[in-house]
């Protein structure tokens, strides 16, 4: 059997990461270590104008069950339990946030050769319950995302998507936002030698009946180097330059600037990851 349809995030991620991934405004450092029993420890900081946000991450593997616990500077500590097939196709995720009482989660994931299916349930006496299902194989696929709150007894999400793959072109439509946005966005594989591809993605508002196209496209100019650049039809236009100037230890500089308003000052980031 062939490559399953994967889950509903799956739906147009090839577009939105050539589009949106990596871009930023701000300055961001992160650096992994790993102690001699084989705990990754990541720290991370980032600066927002005035505002310096980090927090510190720890990572164990035992077999196949995955603990991850973060501390962020508010004092918040997060902890994800992730076992990894305990049946075939199965992965069971366990998630809580303290002090936050009603932050704790489960989350049960399935991929099958036609099928991939997520649904999550708060640890409450009133949870929230998630549930995305995708269908099809690895050309065609048709998927929905609902949460149901039981406290109100509404829908307070509910989403469809529809993905269509052929060799170097995806395409992809959804509509999201309780149906009020329609987007469609396309990814072409032009060069897997230079890692060259475009993407544009149009959505449109039906209750302010705005439309905003966003166009890009990425190139390696070396193994280890790659530029992307985009620009939506409101004028804004952003590029980047990432270097993984060492295995896994990568350093991006991206841009943005409003060409309809050339007088304000461009917006730039900074990233600089670091992993042995």
């Known amino acids: 059997m062939g490559k399953g349809p ?50 510190v991450s720890t990572q164990l593997k035992n077999k196949n069950i995955t603990t991850d616990i973060k501390v962020d500077t508010n004092s918040n500590l997060l902890t994800t339990i992730t076992i990894d097939e305990p049946a075939p196709g199965l992965k069971t995720i366990f998630s809580f946030k303290v002090p936050d009482q009603r932050s704790g989660k489960v989350e049960l994931q399935y991929l099958h050769d036609y099928a991939g299916i997520s649904t999550s349930m708060g640890l409450t006496a009133t949870p929230i319950v998630n549930f995305s299902g995708v269908a099809g194989n690895s050309d065609l696929s048709l998927g929905a995302d609902l949460s149901f709150d039981t406290a109100t007894g509404n829908f307070t999400k509910y989403n469809a998507g529809l993905n269509f793959t052929k060799t170097d072109l995806i395409a992809s439509l959804t509509l999201n936002d309780k149906g009020d946005t329609l987007a469609a966005s396309y990814y072409h594989y032009v060069s897997p030698l230079t890692n060259t591809a475009v993407g544009a993605e149009l959505t449109h508002s039906f209750s302010s009946n705005e439309n905003t196209l966003t166009i890009g496209t990425q190139h390696a100019l070396d193994p280890l180097t ?6 939506n039809n409101y004028g804004k236009a952003s590029t980047l330059i990432q270097h993984e100037w ?23 980031g900074l990233a600089l990851v670091l992993k042995p």
């Open 226 to 231: 790659t530029v992307k650049a985009r620009v």
């Open 246 to 268: 060492r295995p896994k230890s990568l350093f991006t500089i991206s841009g943005e600037v409003d060409t309809r308003a050339i007088e304000k000052s461009a917006k730039i």
């Open 6 to 55: 994967g889950l509903y995030s799956d739906i147009g991620k090839k577009a939105r990461d050539l589009l949106y991934k990596d871009y930023q405004g701000d300055h961001k450092f992160t650096i992994t270590t790993y102690t001699s029993t084989g705990v990754a420890i990541t720290s991370s900081g980032t600066k927002k104008g005035e505002l310096f946000l980090a927090d």
